[in-house]
C-alpha cells in the first residue's frame, strides 16, 4: 500500500510527512518516482525534497542515465541529517538512547535504579543528557527533541495507583516543563505501547502496514493503535489500557479491583505468579531459566488470554495485524505465539494466522526506540519544521 499526498497548499505539513514515509518505505527514490507513487505533482514534491534537502534530511545519489534528458537523482533519508533522544523509564529501570533518523541508536545507557522517587530519576536523567551533550558520537545541535516513554495509564484514578504494574509518584510530575525548561528541546511523553507502535512502524515489522494494535507485554499489558496511518491514543492519551478489559468474569482478582482482567492471564506479573517466582526471582531473565514444566503453569493460560485479546482488537479495529512484544524475552514469546493457532474466527479470518498475529522487537529497545520515534514522527508533520 502506499501513501497519497494532496496538492490543496495547506496539506504542505501533511505532504512532507508522505514524501519521507514514501522514501523511508523504499529506501531510495527518484522525484519522478515519489510524484507517481505520492500522486503529488512533480512541483510539489520537487519544493518539498528541496525543502528537505537544506535541513539535511534527504540525501542525494549519484544520478541515473536513462536515455535523453536530465538524469535522475535518486534521493534516501540521511540518517545523520538529525538525531533524536528517547528516554524508556520502568520499574527500576531507565534506558535512554540517541537515534539517528535510521533507527540507529548511536549512544545508550542502562540505569538500574535504586529510588522510584521522580526527583531523583528527573536528575539522574538531566546528569546523563548534559553528558551526551558532549559526546563525539552525534552533534547535539541537531538533535530534534526527546520522546519520554513509560507504562501508562496517565492520571486515572483507581487503575493508576495500584499494584506492582504502574508506576507511582509521577501523577503530578510535568515532565515536558522539567526537560523543555533544562534542554531548550520539544518532549513528547507517550505510554510505552504507543512508543513501541511508532517504533515498529518506523524501523520494526510494521513499516508496511497502515493498520495494526501492538501488544505490548510488559508488567501489565497495554496496546499501541496505528490506524490509518495515524496513532491513536485517546483523549487523555490512555487509549490501549486493554490489560483491564474483563476477559473471564470471577477470574483471578486484579490490582484495580476488577476480577479477570486481561493482564492478570497475559503479562510479565501473571508469568511470575504463575510460574510461583516471588522477590528478586521476578524478572524477564529468569522466566529464561526455569524449566518447561514450570513455565507451563503460565503458558496455559496466556495461550487462551492472547487469543481472546487477538479476537477482540480484530473485531474491533480490522486491523492490517497485530503484533505482539515488549519487555518479555523473545524465546518465550516465540513458545507463546507458536501455540495460538487456529485463531478464533473475526473479520481477519481470511488472512493466514501467521500474518493476523506477528511478532515484534522485544526487550529493552522496543520501548526507547519508540521513544526516540515520537520527535522525528511528529516534527515532520508540525508546523514549526520550517524553523529547523
Ligand atoms: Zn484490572
Not at 218 to 228: F, Q
Not at 280 to 295: F, K, N, W
Amino acid at each position: 500500500m502506499t501513501l497519497s499526498g494532496t496538492n490543496l497548499e495547506h496539506a504542505k505539513v501533511h505532504n512532507r510527512r508522505v514524501v519521507i514515509e514514501t522514501i523511508r518505505l523504499h529506501g531510495q527514490l527518484t522525484r519522478a518516482e515519489i510524484a507517481r507513487l505520492t500522486h503529488l505533482t512533480p512541483q510539489t514534491v520537487s519544493n518539498i525534497t528541496r525543502e528537505l534537502e537544506q535541513t539535511g534530511w534527504l540525501q542525494s545519489h549519484q544520478p541515473i542515465r536513462s536515455g535523453r534528458g536530465q538524469p535522475a537523482i535518486p534521493l534516501s533519508i540521511a540518517p545523520d541529517g538529525a538525531y533524536s533522544i528517547g528516554i524508556h523509564l520502568d520499574q527500576g529501570l531507565l534506558t535512554i538512547i540517541v537515534a539517528d533518523l535510521a533507527g540507529h541508536a548511536l549512544q545508550r545507557c542502562d540505569v538500574s535504579l535504586q529510588s522510584n522517587e521522580p526527583s531523583d530519576i528527573l536528575g539522574q536523567v538531566k546528569n546523563i543528557l548534559h553528558k551526551l551533550r558532549h559526546s563525539d558520537r552525534f552533534d547535539w545541535q541537531k538533535v530534534l527533541g526527546i520522546g519520554w516513554v513509560m507504562p501508562g495509564p496517565f492520571n486515572v484514578r483507581g487503575i493508576s495507583s495500584a499494584g506492582p504494574t504502574t508506576l507511582h509518584g509521577w501523577e503530578n510530575i510535568n515532565i515536558n516543563n522539567e526537560l523543555e525548561t533544562e534542554f531548550g528541546f520539544p518532549v513528547w511523553v507517550a505510554n510505552d505501547a504507543t512508543a513501541a507502535a511508532l517504533g515498529e512502524r518506523l524501523y520494526g515489522v510494521a513499516t508496511q502496514l497502515h493498520s495494526f494494535v501492538y501488544l505490548f507485554i510488559n508488567n501489565g499489558l497495554g496496546a499501541g493503535i496505528y490506524l490509518n496511518g495515524h496513532i491513536y491514543d485517546g483523549c487523555s492519551h490512555n487509549a490501549g489500557e486493554i490489560g483491564h478489559i474483563i476477559v473471564q468474569p470471577q477470574g483471578r482478582l486484579c490490582f484495580c479491583g476488577n476480577q479477570g482482567c486481561l493482564e492478570r492471564y497475559l503479562s510479565l506479573q501473571a508469568a511470575y505468579e504463575l510460574c510461583q517466582l516471588v522477590g528478586d526471582e521476578a524478572t524477564p531473565q529468569q522466566l529464561l531459566r526455569i524449566d518447561d514444566e514450570q513455565l507451563e503453569q503460565w503458558l496455559q493460560v496466556a495461550v487462551c488470554a492472547t487469543r481472546q485479546a487477538v479476537n477482540i482488537v480484530e473485531c474491533l479495529f480490522d486491523a492490517e495485524a497485530v503484533i505482539l512484544g515488549g519487555m518479555i524475552p523473545e524465546p518465550i514469546l516465540a513458545k507463546l505465539v507458536n501455540r495460538l493457532a487456529p485463531l478464533p474466527r473475526s473479520v481477519r479470518s481470511r488472512v493466514p494466522d501467521e500474518l493476523r498475529v506477528r511478532i515484534g522487537q522485544t526487550g529493552l529497545d522496543a520501548a526507547a526506540l519508540g521513544a526516540a520515534a515520537l520527535p522525528i514522527l511528529l516534527i515532520a508533520q508540525d508546523s514549526n519544521f520550517d524553523r529547523l
